[in-house]
Structure formats: C-alpha cells, structure tokens
C-alpha cells in the first residue's frame, strides 16, 4: 500500500522568504503525486499534481513541486511567500487501479510580517 | 460549475441521534469520494463510487456508519447512532476520467459535533 510523509508539522516563515514543504512517498510504482492546500475552515484546493512528464511541475499561486524519484520525494516550493499562504498544506499519493488518494498528515504554514 | 455542494456546513448533534450529511457531486464527474479529517487521524478516506456503485468501503470504521449515492448527482453519508467520536470534518469530493491521476474536487466539509 502506498504511503505519504510529511516530516514537518508546523513551519513558519517570514514574508517575503522562500519555502520549501517535504514530501515522501512509498510506493512501488511510478505514483501520481498532489498538493492540495486548505485554508482554515475551507475544503481542499488542488495547488498541482504530477503523473508524468516533466518532473518539475508548476501550480497555482506561484507554487512548483519537483518529483524525484530517487529520493521518493514530492517537495513543495514557492521562492517568495505572501501572507495568504497561511494554511496547511496536504500531499497526496494516488496509483493506477485505485481513485482514492492518500494524504499525508499536513504541514501547517504560519507567515510572520 | 457550482463546485462540490455539501449540507449542512454545521451539524450539532447529540449521542445516539442520526445524522446525514449529503453531497452533490460536479455534474459529470463518475468518481465520488467520502472522506473523514480529525486532528488524531488526519484525512482519511471512508468511501468511494464509481458510477453510483460502492468500489472501496474498506475505510468506514463500522457498521454505525453508511453511504449510498442512489443517483449520479447525490450521496448521503449516514451515522447511525452517532457518537461523540464521531465528531470530525466530513468531506465529499468528486473526480472524472479514466486514466488515473485525476482531480479531486473538493466540497466545503460538513463541521459535525456530536456531544
């Protein structure tokens, strides 16, 4: 079965600086790979997703994640951070035969001024 | 599209009352999907369908808890009788296509507290 680490509970940044969220993934397969972010009280928002291709992908908000397989690895970068970025942050495993995803735990984001 | 709809937004509860929470899916989309998020657990998968019919009920913790989706445009996720574990964020979400990797789309969550 396929799982999703997320090392980092809670990280906080200052406006302005860069950000980098980790992902890791355990599955045998080539999985598809996901950050979705949730605003307090909100649902999910897909950020972006990897399937194939390009293994540096760009999303929405400035975000970009790269897939490296050799380290199982999904991280989730934006080079400068605004204050509406604060909100936590899922990465999720998906694989060929089964729709549903795994999350990881989340990675709560707090901005500082 | 009006995006994922889910009601109530809130529910309050007490123990051993039933509740259903309802989804509507984004017209279109054949995958629906229930999906629980605590604090103790995270976000966890209960149940999905594809095409109305129940693929993989394997995450519903146990026989209290039950889903249907009679038509391609709604589903009901129903505690039966509930408790205050229970209490959780519940989230529908809906996805299209065959290839894998889709999209999930996400609804707002039902907020359920059941004292």
């Known amino acids: 079965a396929q799982s999703v680490t997320q090392p980092d509970i809670h990280i906080t940044v200052s406006e302005g600086a860069s950000l980098e969220l980790r992902c890791n993934y355990s599955y045998g397969a080539t999985p598809y790979l996901f950050w979705y972010v949730q605003s307090p009280g909100q649902g999910l928002q897909l950020l972006l997703k990897y399937f194939s291709g390009d293994t540096l992908v760009q999303g929405i908000k400035g975000f970009e994640a790269e897939f490296k397989r050799s380290q199982s690895s999904f991280n989730l970068r934006k080079p400068s951070v605004h204050w509406s970025d604060a909100a936590e942050y899922f990465c999720a495993v998906g694989r060929t035969g089964r729709r549903a995803l795994t999350f990881g735990s989340g990675t709560r984001l707090q901005v500082q001024p | 599209d009006a995006g994922v709809i889910q009601s109530p937004r809130h529910e309050v509860t007490e123990m051993g009352q039933e509740v259903t929470l309802r989804c509507k899916p984004i017209s279109g989309h054949d995958y629906l999907f229930w999906y629980r998020q605590t604090m103790m657990r995270g976000l966890e998968l209960l149940i999905y369908?594809?095409?109305?019919?129940?693929?993989?009920d394997s995450g519903m913790p146990e026989d209290r808890f039950s889903a249907k989706m009679p038509n391609a445009s709604f589903s009901t996720l129903k505690i039966q009788p509930s408790e205050p574990r229970d209490s959780a964020v519940y989230f529908c979400a809906s996805s299209a296509g065959l290839a894998g990797g889709e999209t999930q789309y996400f609804g707002p969550g039902t907020r359920l507290l059941v004292l």
């Open positions: 369908f594809n095409n109305n019919v129940p693929i993989d």
